[in-house]
């Protein structure tokens, strides 16, 4: 089944522990990317990579790591986190012409928590 | 700063009525748009992806494009209860490469 897979989907923490979310899929997508959902603001991109050890920062990347070692896993690193980065996360990935030619499958979200 | 405009609503229609959904972009270079649906707790889901002005019609869907306004827009026609959702309007950059998403219109249809 092609699917797009985050770790956590929830998850509690406190200021500065430094943590990961994984995001892996099976499709072998060339794009991948992390949005985050805050209540009325839609979802807004924090990085993208359009292929292997190609990224690219979005509209929020402050506050944000990624890193793409192989074509599956994407995943997204806070370093320091803060409680103004509690949000819902999603991973997307599509083919190599990315979301402007080709619909964007998206995870099923990460439910952040920073106290 | 690329913008995307959409009434968060909630919009309200009866069963079998047709539900209209506006956004508006503020940049000329956006070359594809998209609607996506997403029920509550749920991640977003493609419905319409349109890229160049007119109608595009799938099914109860139809997709609106006037690039000279900056404008999209959703109908859904018959709308029933389970179209009940928020919709999300995107846009691409001019380079294909970003997506910007406009704040979503909560749609609820009662029967």
């Known amino acids: 089944e092609a699917q797009v897979t985050q770790n956590p989907r929830y998850l509690i923490t406190v200021t500065g522990k430094k943590l990961t979310v994984t995001c892996s899929q099976n499709m072998n997508h060339e794009y991948m990317s992390w949005y985050r959902q805050d209540p009325g603001l839609g979802l807004r991109q924090i990085y993208y990579?359009?292929?292997?050890?190609?990224?690219d920062k979005g509209d929020v990347p402050e506050g944000y790591k990624v890193s793409r070692k192989e074509k599956r896993n994407f995943p997204l690193i806070l370093e320091s986190p803060s409680p103004n980065q509690t949000s819902l996360y999603f991973c997307?990935?599509?083919?190599?012409?990315?979301?402007?030619?080709?619909?964007?499958?998206f995870g099923d979200g990460t439910r952040l928590s920073i106290l | 700063q690329k913008e995307v405009e959409q009434n968060s609503g909630p919009l309200s229609v009866p069963e079998g009525a047709i539900a209209s959904l506006n956004c508006t972009y503020s940049?000329?270079?956006?070359?594809?748009f998209f609607w996506y649906r997403q029920y509550s707790g749920k991640s977003p889901e493609l419905i319409m992806s349109i890229y160049s002005n007119g109608d595009k019609e799938d099914g109860r869907f139809t997709a609106q494009l006037n690039k000279a306004s900056q404008y999209v827009s959703l109908l859904i026609r018959d709308s029933q209860p389970s179209d009940s959702a928020t919709y999300l309007c995107?846009?691409?950059?001019?380079?294909?490469?970003?997506?910007?998403f406009g704040g979503g219109t909560r749609l609820m249809v009662k029967p």
């Open positions: 995107a846009v691409t950059n001019n380079a294909g490469n970003m997506l910007t």
């Open positions: 940049d000329r270079g956006s070359q594809s």
């Open positions: 997307a990935s599509s083919s190599y012409r990315g979301p402007g030619n080709q619909p964007q499958h």
């Open positions: 990579s359009m292929n292997v050890e190609v990224t």
